[in-house]
């Protein structure tokens, strides 16, 4: 699910910054007009984001009909066409790139995300998010995540307390940190730390965390922190990871893997909007 209330203010603001003030070329076609029209995977992708899509068009023309053929989280082959659109050709023409880039972008995270997860999934490993996110578009980022097979992260600063590199210099080290974190802790709130090294580790497990991040970790040296911990509190690794040593890492069988390029580095697949 995803929090319509804000996506709208998200798509009519998208839809302000790319009409400004009128689309003058979509102007010249007479407003009466109507047509028909096809959305085309022009690579295999994992769908995600037609109810934004959706929502662009109906923004500018309520009469705008669109029906998806493919849901969100399906396979869309190469050449497959998934969805059309019938109405206004003016308005059509105005909401064509904004709808896009969504259904581009989503999808791009989503299909990226579902090739880690298919890789670290039969070793029971789960994929999580960050908040390496592009500002104000963290709800649509983060769901794209969760069509792809993958998991969220905190939505925000006031979800969890994670203690990291520089949490830690402020606080005058890990045991002072966690000690900190203990006075605001809740039944609801958990504490992690992101720990670099085994020493650290030890301390973390010594204070009494209850999750712990192992960041830009060897393989070695991740293997030597699961051995330690021994399920005594759950285990993330992050930092350093990517599609060719992914698996490496999985084999290990932390609890998590946590992957920031599925949403800052992700690749915006190729769909077009093709008249008839």
């Given amino acids: 699910m995803i929090n319509f209330l804000k996506v709208r203010d998200i798509v009519r603001n998208a839809l302000q910054e790319d009409v400004g003030s009128g689309d003058i070329t979509s102007q010249l076609i007479d407003v009466k007009k109507r047509g028909s029209g096809y959305f085309l995977a022009k690579e295999p992708l994992v769908l995600c984001g037609t109810d934004v899509a959706k929502l662009c068009f109906e923004e ?17 082959k190469k050449g497959e066409k998934f969805g059309t659109i019938t109405g206004s050709l003016r308005n059509i023409l105005t909401g064509e790139r904004v709808a896009l880039n969504f259904l581009q972008r989503l999808s791009g995270i989503s299909t990226i995300t579902k090739e880690f997860v298919k890789i670290v999934s039969r070793y029971g490993v789960k994929i999580l998010d960050t908040r390496k996110t592009t500002p104000l578009l963290r709800d649509l980022e983060k769901y794209a995540v969760r069509v792809g097979g993958g998991f969220n992260h905190r939505f925000n600063l006031s979800d969890g307390i994670l203690i990291k590199d520089n949490h830690i210099v ?3 080290g890990i045991a002072n940190a966690v000690k900190l974190a203990k006075t605001k802790k809740t039944a609801l709130v958990k504490i992690a730390v992101e720990v670099k090294n ?3 580790l030890k301390e973390a497990l010594k204070s009494g965390v209850d999750h712990i991040m192992l960041d830009n970790m060897s393989e070695k040296e991740v293997a030597m922190a699961i051995s330690i911990v021994n399920h005594a509190v759950t285990i993330e690794v992050s930092g350093g990871i990517n599609i060719n040593n992914i698996e490496n890492y999985a084999k290990l069988k932390p609890d998590f893997i946590s992957l920031g390029c599925i949403t800052h580095s992700a690749r915006s697949v190729d769909i077009s909007l093709e008249l008839e």
């Fill in 170 to 172: 402020a606080a005058n």
């Fill in 60 to 76: 500018l023309d309520s009469k705008i009909k669109i029906d998806f053929t493919a849901k969100d989280g399906n396979l869309v």
């Fill in 198 to 200: 085994i020493k650290e």
